[in-house]
C-alpha cells in the first residue's frame, strides 16, 4: 500500500489537498455564515467589490509566477530553490510596489474603478496582503513542483483557522465595547490570515532547507544560489514562462472585475436600489456560489498538480502519461459534476434556509447546479493545457468565455436582472469546457466513452434518487435533528448510494 502511495503521487497530492480543501472550506462556511449575520448581505456585496483590485495584483506578482515555478521546478528538481528565489526576488518586488500605488490611489480606485465610495477604507487592508500573498504563492510553486503537498496543504488550514480566529475575537471586542461591526471585519481577517499562511509557510521551508543542509555532504561545491549569476540564468526563462501568464491573468482579472464592477449597477439599471443590488450581488457571491465551488476542492487539488505531472510527463515524451491523465481527470471531473447537479438541484432551497436564512440563496443553488460539470471540467483541463505549454490557448478561450459573460451581464441584467447573469455563467462554462476539450483534442489522443462518463453516472444518479425518495419516504429519522444536519444527512445518503454503484459498477467491470 505504501509503495503504491509513493508511486502515484498524483493520486496522494490529490487526496491531501482535497482533504485540506474540504476542512478548509466547511470552516469557510461557518465564517461565511458569521459574516452574513453580522455585515449582512450587503456588506457581503461591498465586500466582495473589494477583491477585483486585489485580484489583479495576485495576477501580476503571485498567480503567474507561482505556476512558472511550479513547471519548471517539476522539469529541474535540482534547481528548484534556486528557481524559487529567484521567482520570490521578482514577485516581491511586484508586490511592493503594487502595495504602495494602493495605499496611495485608494480613494481614487473606490471612486473611479469600483464606483464604490466605501471601499476606500477597505482597499489599504487588501494592499498590505499582496507582498504575503506573493511569498505564499512561490512557496507553493515550489513545493507543487517538487509535489510535495504537504505543507500547501496545511497552510490552507492555519490560513483559515487563524483568520477565523481573528475575526471572532475582534467581533467579540467590539461587541462588548459596544461599536459597530463593519466590512472592516472581514478585510481585517484577510489580512491576518495571508500572513499567517505566509508566515507558516515560510518556517516550514526553512526547516526543510536546514534539514537538508545538514544531510548534505560539507565537501559539496557549487554555484552560490544567491549570486548574481545565478539569478540571471533563472530568471530570464522563469519570465519567459511568466509573462505572457502574466499578461494572461491581468487580462482575464480585469474582465471578471469589470463583471464584478458592472452586476450591480446592471441591476441598478433593472431597477433595483443600490442596496438592493449589492445585497443580491451578496447572496450570489458570498451564499450561493460557495455552495457551488465547494466540491471543486477535490478538482481544483487535481488541477494543481495536473500542471506539474503533465510538464513532466511532457519533458520525458511519454504522451500515454499524458493521454492516461486526461481520460481519468475528465472522468472525474464528470462523475462530480453529475452528482453535484442532483444534489443542489434536490437540497439548494434547504440549504440556503438552513445556513444562510435566506430562500434567494438556495434559488440561485438550483440554477446554478448545472455548471457543475463544465465549470469542474474546465477547471482541469485547463489546467492541463498550462502544463503542455498551451498558456496563449487557455488565455484566449477564457476571455472569449468572460466575454461572452459580460455581453450577459451588460444587455441581460437590466431586462431579466440577476437570471441573465445565471445564464450567462452556464454559457460560458459551457463553451470553455468544450474549448479545452476540442484543443486537447488536437494535442493528444486519449480515450473518450461517452456511454461510460455521461450517461452511466447520470443514470446512477436517477437511480440514487430513486432509493433516497424509497427510503425516506417510509422512514426519516433524521427530521428530528433540525433542518441544516437533517439536510447534510440526506445529502451524504444520496452521495453514498451513487458513489455505491459506481464502485460496484467498476469492480464488476474488473472481473
Avoid at 475575526?167 to 471586542?173: E, G, N, R, W
Avoid at 548574481?228 to 519570465?239: K, Q
Amino acid at each position: 500500500m505504501t509503495d503504491f502511495f509513493k508511486k502515484h503521487t498524483l493520486i496522494t497530492g490529490t487526496l491531501l489537498l482535497t482533504a485540506t480543501g474540504f476542512a478548509t472550506r466547511i470552516l469557510g462556511f461557518f465564517y461565511r455564515i458569521f459574516l452574513s449575520r453580522t455585515i449582512g448581505a450587503e456588506g457581503l456585496g461591498i465586500y466582495h467589490m473589494v477583491h477585483p483590485i486585489y485580484g489583479i495584483c495576485f495576477a501580476l506578482c503571485a498567480g503567474s509566477i507561482q505556476t512558472a515555478i511550479s513547471r519548471f521546478v517539476a522539469a529541474n528538481v535540482e534547481k528548484g530553490k534556486q528557481i524559487f528565489r529567484t521567482g520570490l526576488v521578482i514577485s516581491l518586488t511586484l508586490g511592493f510596489s503594487l502595495t504602495a500605488l494602493i495605499i496611495r490611489f485608494s480613494p481614487s480606485l473606490a471612486h473611479y474603478i469600483l464606483m464604490e465610495d466605501r471601499c476606500a477604507s477597505l482597499l489599504p487592508f487588501m494592499a498590505i496582503s499582496v507582498p504575503f500573498s506573493a511569498v505564499h504563492a512561490c512557496l507553493n510553486g515550489y513545493y507543487y513542483g517538487t509535489q510535495k503537498t504537504r505543507v500547501p496543504a496545511l497552510s490552507q488550514i492555519v490560513e483559515q483557522t487563524v483568520r477565523m480566529a481573528a475575526v471572532f475575537l475582534i467581533a467579540d471586542i467590539l461587541t462588548e465595547s459596544g461599536r459597530p461591526i463593519t466590512v472592516e471585519l472581514a478585510v481585517t481577517g484577510h489580512l491576518i490570515g495571508e500572513l499567517a499562511a505566509c508566515l507558516f509557510s515560510v518556517f516550514c521551508f526553512c526547516l526543510s532547507t536546514s534539514a537538508s543542509g545538514k544531510s548534505s555532504s560539507p565537501s559539496a561545491v557549487s554555484q552560490p544560489p544567491n549570486s548574481p549569476s545565478a539569478f540571471r540564468e533563472t530568471a530570464v526563462p522563469l519570465m519567459t514562462l511568466a509573462l505572457p501568464l502574466m499578461g494572461n491573468r491581468l487580462v482575464l482579472n480585469v474582465l471578471s472585475s469589470a463583471e464584478a464592477i458592472w452586476i450591480p449597477g446592471s441591476l441598478s439599471a433593472y431597477g433595483l436600489s443600490s442596496q438592493e443590488a449589492l445585497s443580491v450581488y451578496g447572496v450570489l457571491t458570498g451564499m450561493a456560489m460557495p455552495f457551488i465551488l465547494f466540491p471543486s476542492a477535490i478538482t481544483n487539488s487535481m488541477a494543481v498538480l495536473l500542471l506539474p505531472t503533465v510538464a513532466e510527463a511532457q519533458a520525458d515524451g511519454n504522451e500515454s502519461r499524458i493521454a492516461q491523465t486526461i481520460s481519468m481527470a475528465l472522468r472525474y471531473s464528470l462523475y462530480m459534476g453529475i452528482l453535484c447537479i442532483g444534489v443542489f438541484t434536490l437540497f439548494g432551497p434547504e440549504l440556503g434556509v438552513s445556513v444562510f436564512r435566506d430562500p434567494s440563496a438556495g434559488l440561485f443553488m438550483q440554477i446554478l447546479a448545472w455548471l457543475c460539470p463544465f465549470l469542474y471540467l474546465a477547471t482541469t483541463m485547463g489546467s492541463i493545457l498550462n502544463g503542455l505549454g498551451k498558456t496563449s490557448t487557455t488565455f484566449l478561450q477564457n476571455a472569449a468565455a468572460l466575454v461572452l459573460r459580460l455581453a450577459f451581464v451588460l444587455a441581460g441584467i437590466p431586462s431579466f436582472g440577476i437570471m441573465a447573469y445565471l445564464w450567462g455563467m452556464l454559457a460560458s462554462e459551457l463553451l470553455l469546457a468544450l474549448l479545452h476539450l476540442f484543443s486537447l483534442k488536437r494535442l493528444v489522443t486519449f480515450s473518450w466513452n461517452a456511454t461510460e462518463m455521461i450517461i452511466k453516472p447520470a443514470a446512477f444518479l436517477i437511480i440514487s434518487v430513486g432509493m433516497y425518495y424509497a427510503v425516506f419516504s417510509v422512514w426519516d429519522g433524521f427530521d428530528r435533528l433540525g433542518l441544516f444536519m437533517s439536510t447534510t444527512l440526506h445529502i451524504g445518503v444520496l452521495c453514498l448510494c451513487y458513489g455505491g454503484l459506481l464502485t460496484v459498477f467498476h469492480l464488476a467491470k474488473r472481473k
